[in-house]
């Protein structure tokens, strides 16, 4: 099934950068495009994993981290995607690098 996704993803793409050719802005709208249709992807693979539907990254991390909502949300941000991020308890915000 990926192999049919990443032909169906090249294929999109080729025709969205021959649509916008010659501009000098056919790169960016291929590299947008590849962008929301892997993040698209994305949730698509996280609802078939955990059954969430695809409304969003932190709400998979938050059912994820279960009960110690600060420790487990920082290792499932890790797992689901790493870096840095901010993070919402509560009323604080937080800036930082997940490990």
């Given at each position: 099934?990926?192999?049919?996704?990443?032909?169906?993803?090249?294929?999109?793409?080729?025709?969205?950068?021959?649509?916008?050719?010659?501009?000098?802005?056919?790169?960016?709208?291929?590299?947008?495009?590849?962008?929301?249709?892997?993040?698209?992807?994305?949730?698509?693979?996280i609802y078939l994993q955990t059954g969430?539907?695809?409304?969003?990254?932190?709400?998979?991390?938050?059912?994820?981290?279960?009960?110690?909502?600060?420790?487990?949300?920082?290792?499932?941000?890790?797992?689901?995607?790493?870096?840095?991020?901010?993070?919402?308890?509560?009323?604080?915000?937080?800036?930082?690098?997940v490990r």
């Amino acid at each position: 099934m990926q192999r049919s996704w990443e032909r169906f993803k090249e294929a999109y793409y080729e025709d969205l950068y021959q649509a916008v050719l010659p501009g000098a802005e056919a790169p960016i709208e291929k590299l947008a495009c590849l962008a929301q249709t892997t993040s698209a992807r994305l949730g698509e693979l996280i609802y078939l994993q955990t059954g969430l539907p695809n409304d969003g990254f932190y709400k998979a991390a938050s059912l994820m981290a279960g009960q110690d909502r600060e420790n487990g949300l920082k290792t499932s941000i890790n797992l689901l995607g790493g870096g840095t991020s901010t993070i919402r308890f509560g009323s604080n915000m937080r800036m930082g690098s997940v490990r």
